[in-house]
């Protein structure tokens, strides 16, 4: 979804209503920023700071390690 943003002369973006309400954002709300560059430019993200970062990568490692109690109880059987 695109928007088109004007910059004001003290440097402030408003970001539409639909947005706003699309990514639960209030007046308060703090977002993170990230430029990126490629080869058309810079590009600029906008998103929500998490309230914890703990809560927000809570369960992001699941399965990372597969079975890691069958593989830790196959290794011990080896010795």
Do not use: C, F, H
Not at 17 to 27: E, F, Q, T
Not at 50 to 77: C, F
């Amino acid at each position: 979804m695109d928007a088109n943003l004007i910059i004001s002369s003290q440097g402030q973006i408003t970001v539409p209503k639909y947005l706003r309400d699309i990514l639960g954002v209030k007046p308060g709300s703090q977002l993170l920023a990230q430029v990126t560059s490629g080869s058309t430019g810079y590009k600029l993200t906008l998103q929500p700071k998490p309230v914890s970062w703990a809560k927000s990568l809570a369960g992001t490692g699941r399965n990372l390690w597969g079975n890691s109690d069958q593989y830790i109880k196959d290794e011990r059987n080896k010795w």
